[in-house]
């Protein structure tokens, strides 16, 4: 049994995840996840929106997903490679040569992320479309006071 290892936010789960996942699991045969608590994303200097205990239920609802842990600081990594019996350790490449220190009991893989989708990115759509929307109901507020000066 190979267990491998991961860790990350998973906030508006997208397909990025899902892919990221699934590739990580084939590397193995148990997928454990290291998911940010809502406080240490405020160390990560990252606004959640969805709590932690959601974003725990959708990822163990993820067929790829054997394991889900608490992260709650970067020093806990070794501890929990130990722990979970971990024998890799891999992660998007938006974390290139920030975990080489854990190579000695470890091996420690970046894998390429998928493109043109992120958290970020849905958080800015999001946004937009608020934003559009609080134009158009100004916009007829703004008609509805010119009809009313008219009468
Ligand atoms: N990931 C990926 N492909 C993407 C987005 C994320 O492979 N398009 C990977 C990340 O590299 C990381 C894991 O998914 O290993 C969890 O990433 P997370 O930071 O939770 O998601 P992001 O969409 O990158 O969130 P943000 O935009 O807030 O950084």
């Known amino acids: 049994m190979r267990t491998v290892i991961t860790y990350g936010t998973f906030d508006l789960f997208h397909v990025g995840h899902v892919r990221l996942l699934k590739r990580i699991r084939d590397l193995g045969d148990r997928l454990v996840v290291g998911l940010s608590s809502d ?4 160390v990560k200097g ?6 932690f205990a959601d974003r725990k239920e959708i990822l163990l609802s993820c067929r790829y997903v054997d394991d889900v842990f608490q992260e709650n ?6 501890e929990d490679i130990i722990r979970e019996k971990a024998e890799i350790f891999a992660i998007g ?3 290139a040569g920030k975990f080489d ?13 998928t493109k043109d989708i992120s958290t970020t990115e849905l958080k800015t759509v999001i946004r937009e479309i608020n ?4 134009h158009e109901a100004k ?3 703004d008609h509805l006071v010119d009809l009313l000066r008219k009468i």
């Open 39 to 42: 406080e240490f994303n405020k």
């Open 46 to 51: 990252k606004k959640v929106i969805i709590p």
């Open 73 to 78: 600081t970067w020093e806990q990594k070794r």
């Open 93 to 95: 490449d938006d974390w």
């Open 101 to 113: 220190d854990l190579d000695d009991i470890v091996k420690v893989l970046y894998l390429p992320r």
């Open 131 to 134: 934003a559009e929307k609080l």
């Open 139 to 141: 916009n007829v507020a």
